[in-house]
């Protein structure tokens, strides 16, 4: 495997953000917490991690909040070729707070982070190369779509060093932010223990003046965060589709 810089995916802790309310979804998934919305009888937190586990990675720390008793009892059952652990809160933190929260169970420096509600199949050998080639602290997968409008977008120099973040609603099409990044373990002291924080609208506005960049790639970036963007997904990871394209286990 390709390691420049000496980075290794098998090295590499991923954290992922499963504890949000779902609430835009309630209506079609009132039972499960949204990372465990199915997909042709997966639980879509299984694919994002089997497609992690196809790039090498093999620890994974789970953020859960929302019925995070539900994830704990699958996980718990779950015959992984992977270690998995689960971080739980007994508040509501936040992406950031949660990511604090988890910090005795974060063993690698840098580590990933990423939203348990959206895909997008990024090569993470370049991610990681992209991270050292730029002598980077913090990097941050974005992508390209044709309407920005619900996602808020990302700008950068000429260097991939992201200068500002803009709120949602600017229409068009731009660079928004993919779910993924890559931390180095300083910014724990970043995010204030024991109360909510938000990774989008409270630590990157503290990274600004700090080497973050961002590392742009061209795939789509799937998210089920309402009932029309769940059934869109269900349709998009269909036999022959991304389950077979990246080695994601095929619905019956």
């Known amino acids: 495997m390709n390691t420049v810089g000496g980075l290794s995916p098998t090295a590499l802790d991923v954290v992922i953000l499963c504890g949000g309310l779902g ?33 090498g990675f093999r620890r994974f720390i789970l953020c859960t909040g929302h019925m995070q008793e539900v994830i704990l009892q699958y996980y718990r059952e779950a015959n992984a070729d992977v270690t998995i652990i689960v971080s739980e809160e007994e508040m509501p933190l936040g992406t950031a707070g949660a990511v604090k929260n988890a910090e005795p169970l974060i063993l690698s420096n840098p580590f990933i982070v990423m ?15 992209a991270y050292s080639d730029r002598k980077a602290e913090y990097l941050i997968a974005l992508t390209e779509i044709e309407d920005m409008g619900d996602y808020g977008t990302v700008n950068m120099d000429a260097a991939f060093k992201i200068s500002s973040f803009l709120e949602k609603g600017k229409k068009g099409r731009g660079s928004v932010n993919a779910g ?21 609208y409270d630590l990157f506005p503290k990274l600004l003046s700090r080497k973050m960049y961002g590392f742009l790639c061209n795939e789509s970036l799937i998210d089920i965060g309402t009932p029309e963007r769940y059934e869109h997904a269900k349709k ?17």
Do not use: W
């Open 180 to 200: 993924i990044y890559l931390f180095q373990r300083d910014v724990f002291s970043l995010i204030p223990p024991g109360i909510p924080f938000s990774i989008e």
């Open 23 to 55: 609430t835009r979804l309630r209506s079609v998934l009132s039972h499960l917490p949204k990372p465990m919305a199915t997909i042709n009888e997966n639980p879509f937190l299984d694919i994002l991690i089997r497609f992690m586990e196809g790039q």
């Open 115 to 129: 939203n348990g509600d959206s895909f997008c199949p990024v090569d993470m050998q370049d991610f990681l190369n």
């Open 236 to 252: 998009i990871f269909g036999k022959g589709g991304l389950f077979g394209r990246y080695g994601l286990p095929l619905p019956e």
